[in-house]
């Protein structure tokens, strides 16, 4: 409240507007135009003089400011002296301007705050309201009450005087102050300032119209208010500033001499104002409209002007906005590709491992050590790939419904299978109860629902060292609920509010017992929140913990049954570029009695394709010289039954718009690495379902 009291500007404060001297010279040319005005016609029309000194006041830091007023009081005093007033008000005149001066400097600061600035239309409105008139009411008060003490003033009279040096001595200040503060911070409207062309044209107008309604003594005034208006509307507040300046020095001139309307005014006969001249007796009808001017034209040009900055300030922080998304949306992109291409480069040794791991264990003729040797092997391949798939599942962020009709049952009994194997190993009970339709389908996101699943029981398995796991799932109407409930050690209370955290660990210690991310039941309470479901913790205990799983999933009627396909007596052309990987796919191939042709990258397909009989082809996706997307385009163009070929994406690209890119290439399915003997029996049923789809169709 301190700073709203400061008498002068804070030293620290960014220097703008003229030079101290240029105050000065202005104080002094308008003591000439008072002084000159008072010769020739025995009257001062208006008394700028005090606005340029509280003008000074208000924007010079204390030293410089002070020195001004100093100055300027000298040549007040200087100029009563010169001009020959009556002994008291030789003094009395240069003292109450300064009074005025600084009285009116600090309402300023008090009612439109310490760092005045006059761009805001109420700040103008506040400054003429509530620091200008109050401090000219007060000094032309303390002259009117001099005035009838040293000479013979009736009420009358003394009233016409008091209203006299308040509109005067008003009209400097709520004119020549806000117009120089304005001017001093005119580089802040270059931005919403019009072209110097259009400044010419308006000020010429006004300018024009005011030499013609003040030249002729007709009652013509109201002219001039729409060219100030459009001034208002179209100029910067410094340039209208100076506009009503013109306004001000041609209509005083102007009226001065006898012309314009003010001139022409008639002006009601008071016995007590018969040693007044005429002239002085018409200026209150000049003053209303030079105040009514000032105090329409003015804020309106604030107004409008604070309008086109912040128009100025909204379309660059739009730009900037736009630019940063433009930014974040480069920044997401390189993330996905970084990604996919970390996906893609973790799979493909991966695929390795878990393939030659689950051939490996197929062998009867392993020794029991070997055996064992192996089914770590799987196992470590398998944390491995969760590892990496819960990873690359929260950087993933929240991604848009894949909807597509499946088995409610046979997913859930495959999202679990591993970790009922994982909860036999450790000698543990695993109860699964459905309370579904044998059959039932239903429409949702099979992907989110399947991570869902296994993020929650392979928690409730790992948390778990003795007793059991039971998987209650019930579907009614279109709602899911799953209930997971373990006999593990329980989640601490302290844990609790920090559950669903990403990486969050109930034991980040060096001993801790269990492994793992973090990242597993956030990922599920964020899929199966996008399935319109959500996972809490139901209950908790030091006998085990209860979470349960919702989701919105439309139930389908039942297809017809369908044979399975049988993976035998096929002829599959493998397409891959890394031999390892072909001799693994040869391997899965021959073991169930089919032929298998290989083909080192997609012009090589493209090749053994062209001869047909293949009834099926597992195509990689990164391969030199020809990608598996443009082969896989290339073979459907191909004339007769080997364009209609069954085509299955084996590819370690496992993002969901990389499914999408193998299907929109013309695959008829996708599977990604690594390839175990399960899923790559269960992926090739699938193409032979979806090709005898779309053989359907194009027969039709």
Not at 15 to 25: F, I, M, N, R, T
Not at 48 to 77: E, I, S, Y
Not at 154 to 171: C, G, I, P
Request: hydrophobic share 50%; charged share 20%; proline share 5%.
């Amino acid at each position: 409240m301190s700073g709203r009291w400061r008498a002068f500007r804070h030293e620290a404060g960014q220097e703008a507007g003229p030079h101290s001297a240029v105050y000065v010279l202005l104080f002094m040319l308008c003591l000439l135009l008072g002084h000159w005005s008072a010769t020739t016609f025995q009257a001062v029309i208006a008394w700028p003089a005090n606005g340029v000194m509280l003008a000074a006041f208000l924007q010079l830091p204390r030293r410089r400011a002070g020195v001004v007023l100093a100055l300027c009081f000298g040549l007040n005093l200087l100029s009563t002296i010169v001009r020959g007033d009556a002994p008291p008000f030789v003094w009395l005149n240069p003292l109450l301007n300064l009074l005025q001066v600084l009285v009116a400097g600090l309402l300023a600061r008090r009612v439109c705050g310490a760092a005045l600035d006059m761009r805001r239309p109420r700040r103008m409105v506040l400054f003429a309201v509530g620091a200008a008139a109050p401090a000219v009411a007060l000094t032309a008060t303390i002259s009117v009450i001099v005035a009838l003490a040293v000479r013979d003033y009736s009420l009358v009279r003394a009233a016409f005087a008091w209203r006299h040096l308040f509109a005067m001595e008003l009209l400097g200040l709520v004119i020549v102050t806000p117009s120089l503060l304005l001017l001093a911070r005119a580089h802040r409207f270059r931005q919403v300032s019009p072209s110097p062309l259009e400044i010419i044209a308006v000020l010429g107008l006004v300018t024009a119209t005011a030499l013609w309604i003040f030249t002729q003594s007709t009652p013509l005034l109201f002219l001039m208010f729409p060219p100030l208006m459009l001034a208002a509307f179209r100029l910067s507040p410094p340039w209208m500033a100076v506009a009503l300046i013109l306004t001000t020095a041609i209509s005083g001139l102007k009226t001065m001499t006898g012309h314009g309307p003010i001139s022409a005014s008639p002006v009601p006969y008071v016995a007590d104002l018969d040693g007044l001249s005429e002239r002085m007796r018409q200026m209150p009808l000049y003053y209303g409209f030079l105040l009514v001017a000032a105090m329409t034209a003015l804020p309106i040009s604030a107004l409008i002007a604070e309008r086109r900055s912040f128009l100025a300030r909204l379309a660059r922080r739009t730009a900037i906005a736009l630019e940063q998304r433009r930014r974040a949306e480069a920044a997401d992109a390189v993330k996905s590709r970084f990604l996919a291409l970390m996906s893609h480069e973790m799979r493909t040794p991966l695929n390795g491992v878990s393939g030659y791991a689950d051939l490996l264990s197929r062998r009867s003729d392993l020794s029991p050590e070997a055996q064992a040797q192996v089914a770590a092997i799987r196992q470590s391949g398998e944390a491995m790939l969760t590892l990496v798939e819960d990873v690359l599942d929260v950087s993933r962020g929240d991604e848009p419904l894949c909807l597509e009709p499946f088995d409610l049952a046979a997913l859930i009994q495959d999202a679990v299978a591993l970790n009922v194997v994982a909860a036999q190993a450790k000698g543990l009970l695993f109860d699964m109860e459905m309370a579904l339709q044998p059959g039932g389908r239903v429409l949702g996101d099979a992907r989110r629902l399947r991570g869902v699943l296994r993020h929650l029981v392979s928690n409730a398995v790992k948390f778990t060292d003795r007793g059991a796991i039971r998987l209650l799932a019930r579907h009614d109407g279109d709602r899911l609920l799953v209930e997971v409930a373990d006999t593990g050690c329980g989640i601490a209370d302290d844990f609790i509010p920090r559950l669903f955290d990403p990486f969050a660990q109930s034991d980040d210690s060096l001993r801790r017992r269990h492994g793992g991310a973090g990242v597993g039941l956030p990922a599920a309470r964020r899929h199966a929140r996008c399935m319109g479901g959500d996972v809490v913790l139901f209950s908790t205990s030091s006998s085990g913990s209860v979470f349960h799983l919702t989701a919105q999933l439309e139930a389908l009627d039942a297809p017809a049954a369908e044979a399975p396909t049988e993976v035998t007596a096929l002829r599959a052309l493998i397409v891959d570029d890394l031999p390892v990987n072909r001799q693994m796919l040869r391997l899965l191939i021959e073991a169930a009695g089919c032929e298998a042709v290989e083909a080192a990258d997609g012009l090589e397909a493209l090749e053994q394709a062209s001869g047909g009989g293949f009834d099926l082809i597992l195509m990689d996706v990164r391969m030199p010289r020809l990608d598996g997307l443009e082969a896989s385009r290339r073979i459907r163009a191909l004339p007769s039954d080997a364009g209609e070929v069954a085509i299955l994406a084996v590819t370690a690209d496992a993002m969901p718009e990389d499914a999408a890119r193998c299907l929109a290439a013309g695959m008829d399915a996708h599977l990604a690495k690594p390839v175990t003997h399960d899923r790559l029996y269960a992926a090739i049923d699938q193409t032979f379902r979806v090709a005898a789809a779309r053989h359907q169709v194009h027969a039709a």
